[in-house]
């Protein structure tokens, strides 16, 4: 299993600022995963971060709007920039646990709730 | 890129009777499919799973039955108590990259 802790769990930030989520993970993951999950819906793949290397990006997102950090095994960041009131959502990290390439459960962050004014 | 269509997107049952959520996607090569719960204010949380090579899986009130054939995948949830009540979302899973339904939020009345 996994143990990811997101902050900051709330934010309410001004159209034009940008705001920056931290997640960390107690044990060492080769990718960390970023979702968005707008009210009452479903939950949107963001971008795929890998240490070492780039991000990579889902259709519809970039990395100038959503830059993203992975510095070491068991951090990143995602910055959501020039925010505007379309940005208002819950962001998710995730981790996927097991190894030897099997595909696993997904472990989430509890969320950051942002809401842009 | 896969697909999946989660019917219904609201459910609300008595408590102590049977709900039912169904899943079907499009990916013949996807192998791995999971059921999560997200409660109020949570990232969501693994409550069953199963594999291509299984049909069948059950773990106390929770089951989940997978038709390969017609890519369809259901959750089965009898005796539904009020801590039941949240929203649930069907996945699945190919080489590390998840596709979730829309969710189905599910309300059992005491």
């Known amino acids: 299993s996994a143990v990811i802790s997101q902050k900051p769990s709330r934010d309410i930030c001004q159209r034009g600022t940008s705001l920056t989520i931290q997640c960390q993970v107690d044990s060492q993951v080769t990718m960390m995963f970023w979702y968005r999950q707008q009210p009452g819906q479903s939950l949107t793949l963001i971008a795929t971060?890998?240490?070492?290397?780039?991000?990579?990006?889902e259709s519809g997102f970039v990395i100038d709007k959503f830059p993203i950090s992975r510095p070491n095994l068991t951090f990143s960041t995602l910055t959501v920039s020039n925010m505007s009131p379309e940005d208002s959502s819950i962001y998710l990290c995730?981790?996927?646990?097991?190894?030897?390439?099997?595909?696993?459960?997904?472990?989430f962050g509890q969320g950051t709730r942002l809401t842009v004014v | 890129g896969e697909n999946v269509e989660q019917h219904p997107s609201t459910l609300s049952v008595q408590e102590g009777d049977s709900a039912v959520i169904k899943c079907t996607y499009s990916?013949?090569?996807?192998?791995?499919f999971p059921w999560y719960k997200q409660e109020l204010g949570k990232g969501p949380q693994l409550i069953i799973d199963?594999?291509?090579?299984?049909g069948e899986k059950k773990d106390q009130r929770i089951a989940v039955t997978l038709n390969k054939t017609a890519k369809h995948f259901s959750l089965h949830i009898t005796e539904t108590q009020p801590e039941d009540s949240a929203v649930y979302f069907c996945a699945t899973a190919d080489a590390g990259k998840s596709t979730f339904g829309d969710g189905t939020t599910l309300t059992v009345k005491p």
């Open positions: 971060a890998n240490q070492g290397s780039e991000a990579t990006y």
């Open positions: 199963i594999r291509s090579n299984v």
């Open positions: 990916d013949s090569a996807s192998n791995y």
């Open positions: 995730s981790v996927h646990g097991g190894t030897g390439g099997k595909d696993t459960e997904a472990f």
